[in-house]
């Protein structure tokens, strides 16, 4: 234990002696020298303030400590400075080469910068002397003079300089003194001197005790003992064929393979002339992969050979006679390299993930190449695989820059394996490969794009408010908020009213809401533009019209514009006691606000004063005679006229017509009465007012009829057909244009000729038909002569005119009129 101590405090001073010296040479090299077996963290060297940098620069520039040519790493960067990171023994690195150095590399990147460190392992006197074997065998012949000399075994210590061995002693005898001398490498060898004559009768045995010690502090040594066996005289010794054996062996070489063999001759006869062999000088290293046959001299292979692991190997050879004479020699083993180590890749420095639009040329990674053969076997080529945006571009003493050679789209490929092989130039030549995993970031270059170019909605009038119009969608092909997606309604206004008042989008699902109830007939259609943006910055986006139409619900009731709706007014239509069956008496004239087959209207008589007598047409509205009429039917008729949709349920609306059989408003009673039957109204002081204010165009009624009975002899069912027509006043204005349903067109405008709900009961004309407000089958034809006069006056005064235009103008009128569809006019 005392010595121990001692050990571990000599060890520690020696540590103080040799702690790390720094030596920066011009070219940027650094050399540091530490002892031998410190303990692993043990610091020797500033390395961030010996090349003029913080700590903190040293890490920015990701400093790291590579090592060339070895498999063990015997040193670390701990923050700035260099610390031991295991046990270093020296002779299990160097042997006993008196110098032994370790070389790494110190790379710092961006700037890419490398530094050569040299680490000096100084030797500590850890190792005592040892003699190969622990007894020495001498035989000695009687006849040995004074001063003989006889060569005792070297002893071996793996120390070195100071530490190794410096002086051998020998125990105090009769006989023996001991001479100790230096070989041409300088390494101590000891000789026993024969001081004395030997005396075998006297002393046939003497032992003796030999001790090697070293120079170290303290010193150690090492002991054998010395058998000296009296013989008779044996004067020669073994001569070795060569004074130095230099061999080449490969690396790699088969067990049993001879390396060497010495030889080695004794001119005695017998027993003296017979020669043996042993290593007198060998290191531990050598010692586990050479052994020596006694007998013939050879040095055979008997370990695992490495040129990688050591270059060189020298061994010391004795030979020895039967009588104990011996000599030495010295074996140099140099090992050759062979091609078998492929070559080594390792990734510095990567760095992912890589944004999508980095520019070609951009660093992303840095690449180490190492191969532990040496020359032609060392060089390495260095290649990528084909078909991707990646390429090596050769930097310093294999290192190898990885860069983007094109333009990367993440929406296209996202990651890449990228495989790297070194290939050495060996024969046959070694390589191996790397594969290394790239993965790119996602920028925003994608806007979002809608599935559609544009969209359509159909929603039902009088829809719930809440309820769902439609729904878009639009894709975002880049990653995560870059790629997700909200809705919204770009700004506008339907009808002079915010959009906001009629729709809403869900920012996140792009279902787009009814805010209230539409009205199909307030308006059909409106456009809105839906903009997707996505959530990345800054946000892109895209978009998309969406057209809502409004369909139409059957929510209109059919509205009677002729005969006036109760309340208004009495209207009454007089027929003529000669109308034949089928003539056309009046007709009842309905519009729908709803379009399509909502509108679509049907007319039928619901009752009747005479269920025989009038016929109404289904579609058209038309009350014609359903027979002749004859002097028996009674002269007051009333039909109560039903007008039905074909909406899904059907809506519907009645009116009463009032029809008169007189040919003379003389023979007419009061009107008023008429009413009173269905409504029980009292209306006679009324209708007496009426009949008064119409007499006066009592004589213009009877032309008339004249003119009209003149044409009925020509065509005979022309007086009425298409005759009635109605006050424009009656008409609302803007309904729609549906043909054949009942529902008038709005360019049509014409008066009614003959009325008695009027109070002014004037008898008018058309007015104001031309070619553009007739259809192209119905326009009014003229007559050869210029009876423009005659179309163009709006009250006819048949005192002065009734001869020139009555006839003429009531054929014209009533042949053209019978072919027309009413329509809606302008308020009149």
């Known amino acids: 234990m005392e010595k121990n101590g001692s050990l571990f405090y000599y060890r520690g001073l020696l540590w103080m002696v040799y702690i790390a010296v720094v030596v920066r040479t011009c070219n940027g090299d650094l050399s540091y020298s530490v002892p031998e077996e410190m303990k692993k963290g043990t610091v020797f060297g500033n390395v961030a303030k010996d090349l003029g940098l913080t700590t903190k620069g040293l890490s920015d520039r990701k400093a790291r400590i590579d090592m060339e040519g070895h498999e063990k790493r015997f040193c670390d960067l701990v923050g700035g400075q260099l610390a031991t990171a295991e046990r270093i023994d020296r002779e299990e690195l160097c042997g006993s080469k008196p110098s032994c150095a370790l070389n790494y590399e110190l790379v710092l990147e961006n700037p890419l910068e490398l530094h050569r460190i040299t680490l000096q392992i100084e030797d500590i006197n850890d190792n005592a002397p040892r003699f190969p074997k622990n007894e020495i065998k001498l035989e000695i012949r009687e006849s040995a003079v004074k001063g003989a000399r006889f060569p005792l075994n070297e002893a071996h210590d793996s120390d070195v300089g100071r530490n190794g061995i410096q002086t051998y002693s020998l125990e105090k005898n009769d006989y023996f003194t001991l001479s100790v001398n230096s070989n041409s490498d300088g390494r101590k060898y000891s000789e026993l001197v024969l001081d004395k004559e030997l005396d075998r009768e006297q002393e046939q045995e003497v032992t003796l005790i030999l001790t090697a010690s070293d120079g170290g502090t303290p010193a150690k040594s090492g002991t054998a003992v010395i058998r000296v066996t009296v013989l008779d005289a044996n004067d020669n010794l073994p001569v070795f064929s060569q004074p130095v054996y230099e061999v080449s062996l490969p690396e790699n070489s088969p067990l049993g393979t001879v390396?060497?063999?010495?030889?080695?001759?004794?001119?005695?006869?017998?027993?003296?002339?017979?020669?043996?062999?042993?290593?007198?000088?060998?290191?531990?290293?050598?010692?586990?992969?050479?052994?020596?046959?006694?007998?013939?001299?050879?040095?055979?292979?008997?370990?695992?050979?490495?040129?990688?692991?050591?270059?060189?190997?020298?061994?010391?050879?004795?030979?020895?006679?039967?009588?104990?004479?011996?000599?030495?020699?010295?074996?140099?083993?140099?090992?050759?390299?062979?091609?078998?180590?492929?070559?080594?890749?390792?990734?510095?420095?990567?760095?992912?993930?890589?944004?999508?639009?980095?520019?070609?040329?951009?660093?992303?990674?840095?690449?180490?190449?190492?191969?532990?053969?040496t020359g032609g076997n060392k060089n390495i080529r260095c290649s990528i695989q084909q078909n991707v945006p990646f390429k090596l571009n050769p930097s310093i003493k294999n290192y190898y820059t990885l860069l983007t050679t094109g333009e990367l789209d993440r929406e296209l490929l996202a990651e890449y394996n990228v495989t790297i092989t070194a290939t050495d130039e060996g024969s046959p030549p070694l390589s191996s490969s790397k594969t290394i995993h790239l993965y790119l970031s996602d920028v925003n270059d994608n806007p979002p794009v809608f599935e559609e170019q544009s969209y359509s909605a159909y929603v039902s009038e009088n829809n719930k408010p809440g309820s769902s119009v439609c729904s878009v969608s639009a894709r975002d092909p880049d990653w995560r908020q870059n790629g997700t997606v909200f809705y919204s309604l770009l700004p506008s206004e339907v009808n002079g009213v915010a959009l906001s008042s009629y729709l809403s989008i869900n920012g996140d699902t792009g279902v787009i809401h009814a805010v209230r109830a539409f009205d199909y007939e307030?308006?059909?259609?409106?456009?809105?533009?839906?903009?997707?943006?996505?959530?990345?910055?800054?946000?892109?986006?895209?978009?998309?019209?969406?057209?809502?139409?409004?369909?139409?619900?059957?929510?209109?009731?059919?509205?009677?514009?002729?005969?006036?709706?109760?309340?208004?007014?009495?209207?009454?239509?007089?027929?003529?006691?000669?109308?034949?069956?089928?003539?056309?008496?009046?007709?009842?004239?309905?519009?729908?606000?709803?379009?399509?087959?909502?509108?679509?209207?049907?007319?039928?008589?619901?009752?009747?004063?005479?269920?025989?007598?009038?016929?109404?047409?289904?579609?058209?509205?038309?009350?014609?005679?359903?027979?002749?009429?004859?002097?028996?039917?009674?002269?007051?008729?009333?039909?109560?006229?039903?007008?039905k949709d074909n909406g899904q349920p059907s809506l519907s609306t009645t009116c009463a017509v009032y029809l008169v059989i007189s040919d003379n408003l003389a023979e007419v009673p009061e009107l008023k009465d008429m009413s009173y039957e269905e409504n029980n109204s009292k209306l006679t002081s009324y209708l007496i007012i009426a009949l008064v204010s119409v007499s006066t165009f009592f004589l213009t009624f009877l032309i008339l009829i004249i003119a009209v009975r003149l044409c009925h002899r020509r065509k005979p069912r022309l007086l009425f057909d298409g005759a009635v027509a109605i006050p424009s006043a009656y008409l609302p204005p803007n309904y729609a244009d549906v043909d054949g349903t009942g529902t008038l067109r709005s360019t049509y405008n014409y008066d009614a000729y003959m009325t008695t709900g009027s109070r002014t009961s004037d008898f008018k004309f058309v007015t104001s038909y031309n070619d553009n407000t007739l259809p192209s089958a119905t326009t009014l034809k003229r007559s050869p002569g210029d009876n423009s006069e005659c179309l163009n006056f709006t009250s006819l005064d048949f005192t002065d005119s009734a001869s020139k235009c009555s006839t003429l103008v009531v054929e014209e009128l009533f042949s053209n009129v019978a072919g027309l569809s009413p329509s809606l006019p302008d308020p009149y």
């Open 259 to 373: 390396a060497v063999v010495v030889t080695a001759t004794d001119a005695d006869e017998g027993a003296n002339g017979e020669v043996t062999y042993e290593f007198s000088h060998i290191s531990d290293k050598a010692a586990r992969l050479f052994s020596i046959d006694e007998t013939t001299g050879e040095i055979k292979v008997i370990g695992q050979i490495d040129y990688e692991d050591k270059q060189e190997y020298e061994l010391r050879v004795l030979a020895k006679d039967g009588a104990g004479l011996a000599s030495n020699t010295k074996v140099e083993i140099a090992i050759t390299d062979v091609n078998d180590n492929a070559p080594v890749i390792f990734i510095k420095s990567l760095n992912v993930p890589i944004p999508e639009n980095v520019a070609p040329g951009t660093e992303v990674g840095i690449v180490n190449v190492q191969d532990k053969d």
């Open 522 to 643: 307030q308006f059909r259609s409106f456009k809105v533009q839906v903009v997707a943006r996505d959530n990345g910055s800054p946000p892109l986006s895209s978009n998309v019209t969406v057209s809502v139409f409004i369909t139409d619900e059957n929510d209109n009731s059919p509205q009677i514009l002729y005969p006036t709706p109760e309340g208004n007014s009495f209207m009454t239509e007089m027929v003529p006691k000669a109308a034949l069956s089928g003539s056309l008496l009046s007709k009842v004239i309905a519009v729908d606000a709803d379009s399509g087959q909502n509108a679509w209207l049907s007319y039928q008589i619901v009752k009747s004063t005479d269920p025989g007598l009038f016929t109404i047409g289904v579609h058209s509205g038309e009350i014609r005679a359903q027979r002749d009429i004859s002097e028996s039917d009674s002269m007051k008729q009333n039909l109560v006229i039903s007008v």
